[in-house]
């Protein structure tokens, strides 16, 4: 097994690779005929966009993705108390006002899941052993691997462990190891560190992706729940969007509070 | 002040042109979302930069008083999808702006999200919108 410092390495180089090749397939896209030549030749389904959301959705509740009734999930009671404290910008709690949203208040890390609902594209790298998701916001990004299973006892982390299988057209991602501090959308809806992932990608069509997500935590919900997000294949190349602190402090001050202030007589 | 700087607030009820889903990081609670006014002002400055661009517009109220009018964008990288560049806008620049207006009755509102960006027009010329 390689060392930190040399898996980052072969990571990099990777990345700087497979960066031109992204960039042509996003500039020329494939044509029905190459997608099938692609397939046949390593029976593995090319997912590279960029991906861009399709109109996008608030919650993951597969029952109300606008989170009108964002309550509704089957939370327990250590999630319910978790939600309640919760001021989101989005769905029926949202507000303006004494904002606690982690990635508005501190630019943490929004979690897998909630990137789904940004509007700023992901793109893949597939290789033989691994798979790298790269989101354009704020440059995040994560390896699939392919060729081993989960730690015994993995850390908690912001991104987790995953791992991941073809599955015929579809790639099937398992993660744990998360940290249990991020939402899993943009209504508040919380997880624990015992969240167990699955996301299964699938092309609908040559520039269709389609992603479903199961959510399993026994520590935050009763019941296993899966939701589904559409995506587009975007002609814009991959950018980064940063989250500067100063840069959101300064727009806080600016623009929130201004909103935020008692209605003017 | 120019005598360009007049008025000009009109509303059109009834329009829902940004998504509530995938528009500002901090949501749109803040805004009347089933509102559009049209402000006619001068660019006193173009903030090209995260999380929001922002443009201050001088627009002259009912009474003839100026106020600075904050409108919000979308992010940068977004806004280039749209067509737009950090040279959009320039102070001097005579505007015709749509926006959902605060519903605190603060001169802010927010014209441009991922899936919509409100009329900008610009010395007499259209800007990108959707």
């Known amino acids: ?265 | 002040m120019k005598s360009k700087l007049s008025i000009a607030i009109c509303v059109a009820a009834g329009l829902l042109l940004v998504s509530a889903s995938t528009s500002a990081h901090h949501g749109t609670s803040g805004y009347d979302m089933e509102k559009v006014i049209t402000l006619n002002g001068t660019i006193t400055s173009f903030n090209w930069s995260n999380p929001h661009c922002l443009v201050h517009i001088d627009v002259k109220d009912s009474k003839g008083d100026v106020k600075d009018w904050i409108i919000e964008l979308a992010a940068p990288t977004l806004m280039s999808r749209n067509g737009w560049t950090k040279d959009s806008l320039k102070p001097g620049d005579d505007v015709i702006a749509e926006t959902h207006p605060a519903k605190n009755g603060a001169t802010t509102g927010l014209s441009g999200a991922s899936t919509a960006l409100l009329k900008f027009v610009v010395n007499g010329h259209a800007l990108p919108s959707h």
């Open chain 1, 1 to 265: 097994m390689p060392n930190c410092k040399t898996r980052q390495t072969i990571i990099l180089l990777v990345i700087s690779v497979f960066s031109t090749a992204l960039h042509a397939q996003t500039t020329a896209p494939k044509s029905s005929a190459n997608m099938q030549e692609t397939r046949s030749a390593g029976h593995v389904p090319d997912f590279s966009g960029p991906w861009a959301v399709v109109g996008g959705a608030p919650s993951w509740d597969p029952s109300d993705p606008r989170g009108a009734k964002p309550d509704q999930l089957p939370m327990t009671p250590w999630a319910i108390e978790k939600f309640k404290a919760a001021r989101p910008p989005f769905g029926a709690k949202a507000t303006f006002e004494a904002v606690n949203d982690p990635v508005q208040k501190y630019c943490d890390p929004p979690g897998i899941t909630r990137l789904y609902a940004y509007p700023w594209q992901f793109a893949l790298i597939q290789t033989p052993g691994v798979v790298y998701l790269l989101y354009e916001f704020t440059g995040l990004w994560r390896p699939i691997w392919l060729d081993r299973e989960h730690p015994k006892n993995p850390d908690s982390t912001w991104m987790g462990d995953s791992i991941g299988k073809y599955e015929g057209d579809v790639l099937v991602i398992d993660t744990v190891g998360l940290n249990g501090k991020t939402w899993i959308d943009q209504v508040g809806h919380p997880h624990s560190d015992a969240l167990h992932l699955i996301e299964r990608l699938r092309r609908v069509d040559q520039d269709t992706l389609e992603v479903s997500v199961t959510f399993d935590d026994p520590k935050a919900y009763t019941n296993a729940f899966t939701g589904k997000r559409t995506f587009k294949r975007s002609s814009s190349p991959m950018e980064v969007t940063v989250c500067s602190l100063t840069e959101m402090q300064s727009f806080d001050d600016e623009v929130m509070k201004t909103t935020t202030v008692s209605p003017k007589k």
